[in-house]
């Protein structure tokens, strides 16, 4: 998910490390946030990998800035990851999220509709964050711990809005690349 992040903020244009993490922390929130501890080795390793460059510009005060940008190669890498991303990136909702910011920059619309219909496959199956002692999932109306259930009643409502958005944007950019 840091890697994606990262090389979909560089996509749009050169920033300074700093300005990187801000970013990256907006996107993630407080749910996952970054630490300067996972984000530089992630930046060095990228860079020798040639992903991204690092040059310096001169700062504010006497220590130059590094501004960080990707390479061609990075752009393809990026392109790559949003075309075809891992399973987790499908099933977990805030990585998807982190797919879905920067599916724009995957610039085939079928491919994009294509990574959608994966998410909906996912949230269309049945699941739970409870099950039976045979292993179906528990709905929210079987649940009789109010906790429980509220979770369920949420879970219901967002996963609705969500395939709601598939549905109506899948449609949308599948009616644009028609021919």
Do not use: C
Request: net charge neutral; aromatic share 6%.
């Amino acid at each position: 998910m840091l890697t994606l992040a990262i090389l979909g903020f560089l996509h749009a244009e050169p920033l300074h490390g700093y300005e990187l993490k801000s970013r990256i922390t907006g996107l993630t929130g407080h749910i996952r946030p970054v630490s300067d501890g996972a984000l530089y080795p992630a930046l060095t390793r990228l860079e020798k990998a040639g992903l991204l460059l690092r040059r310096s510009e001169p700062g504010s005060g006497a220590v130059p800035r590094q501004v960080l940008e990707l390479t061609a190669e990075g752009r393809a890498e990026l392109e790559r990851r949003l075309a075809d991303p891992a399973e987790v990136e499908i099933s977990d909702q805030i990585r998807f999220f982190t797919v879905a910011a920067f599916l724009d920059r995957l610039a085939d619309p079928v491919r994009q509709a294509a990574v959608l219909r994966r998410r909906l496959a996912f949230l269309e199956a049945p699941s739970s964050f409870f099950y039976d002692a045979a292993g179906r999932p528990v709905s929210a109306e079987q649940e009789p711990n109010p906790f429980r259930r509220g979770m369920l009643l949420v879970a219901r409502a967002s996963g609705a809005a969500e395939r709601a958005w598939l549905t109506e944007t899948i449609a949308a950019l599948e009616a644009s690349s028609a021919p």
